[in-house]
């Protein structure tokens, strides 16, 4: 692992997410190394010649000026970069960035796919409507190692529990779902009691990773790459409208609401979480940037 520390101008940025205000990386690259991490675009403005999983820029930035303008703003820390990775127990530039932002009012929302949040909690807890979202996409630990070098399910899943017990809104990403691998129903079961939402993300596969994630289901699991190939290459949506009437089935018969947007906020933490479907991203993201310009 290459590790560089360097300055930066601002870790926070204006986002065009239709899920932020702003997005937060403490970090440029991440020692996650997932297969079918969507962020190793970065590497066309970082100048690595080293591959995704590598490398890992540390940033220092000047202290944050003019807090007030992120109240009540949306925060996403984590959108190309896991803010937990192993490397911030030494550095801890997320510790710091919350140490910073204390007090300001801004809504953070965490992603991860680490339990080393876990240190972080009673600051976390003491921002309005703070949410933080664990990806899971599978049950099975040996599946995990071959996709990621991030913690196991177990810790997770323990670590989403720790936060939903401590009055934090918690999500679980079930995301990406691998068409004939992800058991999603059993991941649903298993994060029901301790999350106030379930996100359900299908697999995109695009630019370099393309090739390794086929690649590898041509070897680790043959007689799914026709389904991949159906998928990827031809452009079917089948698979995913099928799991989207199964999913919906099921929500009805366990009691829980299947949207397809994302109304959390506004639930109370007792409530059952809801699911919500992210399977269509291009119809999603025109939506929600249609809805932000209509209230902004």
């Known amino acids: 692992m290459i590790i560089k520390v360097i300055e930066a101008k601002s870790v926070i940025t204006k986002s ?39 490398f890992v820029d540390v940033k220092i930035w000047q202290p944050i000026k003019t807090l007030g303008k992120y109240k009540g703003k949306e925060l996403f820390i984590g959108s190309v970069t896991d803010p937990y990775q192993p490397i911030e127990e030494k550095y801890r530039r997320t510790r710091t960035l919350l140490e910073e932002l204390q007090g300001s009012g801004a809504k953070l929302c965490i ?21 933080v979202s664990w990806s899971v996409n599978t049950l099975d630990e040996g599946f995990k190692d071959d996709m990621d070098k991030a913690v196991s399910i177990k810790s997770r899943l323990a670590a989403m529990k720790a936060f939903h017990n401590a009055g934090v809104r918690t999500t679980c990403f079930i995301s990406p779902i691998f068409p004939g691998i992800t058991d999603v129903k059993a991941i649903i079961e298993q994060a029901k009691e301790h999350c106030n939402l379930i996100w359900l993300e299908n697999l995109n596969l695009r630019g370099s990773y393309k090739s390794v994630i086929l690649d590898y289901i041509q070897e680790k699991y043959p007689a799914l790459l026709p389904l991949y190939q159906d998928i990827y290459n031809q452009g079917s949506r089948s698979y995913w409208e099928t799991l989207d009437t199964e999913l919906q089935e099921y929500a ?30 291009e119809q999603i993201k025109k939506s929600a940037q249609k809805e932000r310009m209509a209230n902004a």
Not at 111 to 131: G, V
Not at 272 to 278: E, F, G, Q, T
């Open 16 to 54: 065009n997410l239709p899920v932020c205000d702003f997005s937060v990386n403490p970090y440029t690259g991440c020692e996650h190394a997932c297969k079918y991490c969507y962020a190793c675009f970065m590497k066309r403005f970082t100048n690595h010649p080293e591959e995704w999983g590598e």
């Open 111 to 131: 992603a991860t796919k680490s339990d080393l949040i876990l240190r972080d909690l009673d600051i976390i807890k003491t921002f309005p409507d703070a949410r």
């Open 252 to 281: 009805a018969e366990i009691g829980l609401d299947y949207v397809t947007n994302d109304d959390s906020m506004s639930r109370p933490l007792d409530e059952p979480p809801v699911i919500v479907n992210y399977f269509y991203h």
